[in-house]
DNA sequence: TTAGGTACTATAAATAATGTAAGTAATGAG
DNA sequence: CTCATTACTTACATTATTTATAGTACCTAA
């Protein structure tokens, strides 16, 4: 994940694309495979990585500590800590994070609308 | 590109995914790396492959061939022929994939005041 | 006859993303 | 002392996506 190669003609396409365009730029931010599932269930308040879990059937725990991190590298989640054994964490949307939910809504609308045209 | 393992735990996870979450199926669709960018300027009208190819600095012409091959395949965008010769080819958004205009947007004022807060 | 434009295709290689499986630390319960 | 719990980490394997490079067909104009 964090093993991105800055010589690659892909690394710079995307810088470059992201500089041009903001749709791009937020695109290569919530595009992970997870990311916008685990925004959607953080929408509706906290969660700990256990309870995630559960909520996401199929990801790994590596796959998922790597979305949070990468979320909150970006800013999108805030990560809370508490010093008890065993330990508990929790997950919660910044205010950019929270702002995401008209992005959501939107591609909810949109892919609803295209799920019902192809089924046809 | 259409060489996806349809065996693989990624692939059997997509599907999980775009079946319960609406968000999930749409960005599955439209998360390629150029994808929104090439919508988005469809949505200023038609456009031909070699003008494509120039609006798209850096992009291979494979690559933009596959990207609108999975457009099409998606009814996002329709793809006209004229048979002159040397070839013109034109491609238009068709009427779902003139709907991403309100994804677009949003993404772009995320994208847009996201850049804002990472860049203080 | 040759060069040139347009929209591709073919093949291979590189890079990125995701998955598998196992292990770790801390501590309180038994 | 041993086990269970929770939220990870690590090393490695597999799959997916993107890039590189070269070619193709067609007619037209020179």
Redo the contacts between chains.
């Keep these: 994940m964090s093993e991105i190669k800055q010589t690659s003609?892909?690394y710079?396409?995307?810088l470059?694309?992201s500089d041009e365009?903001?749709?791009?730029?937020?695109?290569n931010?919530?595009?992970g495979?997870?990311t916008?599932?685990i925004c959607?269930w953080l929408l509706s308040g906290k969660l700990r990585f256990g309870e995630l879990k559960k909520k996401l059937?199929?990801?790994t725990e590596r796959m998922l500590t790597l979305q949070l991190r990468k979320l909150e590298e970006?800013?999108i989640i805030s990560r809370t800590v508490y010093a008890e054994v065993p330990p508990r964490v929790e997950y919660e949307l910044t205010e950019?994070g929270y702002?995401?939910k008209?992005?959501?809504?939107?591609?909810?609308?949109?892919?609803?609308?295209?799920?019902k045209?192809?089924g046809e």
């Excluded at 008209?102 to 799920?115: A, C, D, F, P, R």
């Design positions: 003609t892909n710079s396409n995307k470059a694309l365009c903001s749709e791009a730029y937020a695109s931010i919530i595009g495979q997870w916008l599932v959607s059937p199929g990801i970006h800013k950019i702002a995401l008209s992005v959501i809504t939107e591609l909810e609308v949109w892919g609803t609308s295209h799920k045209l192809i």
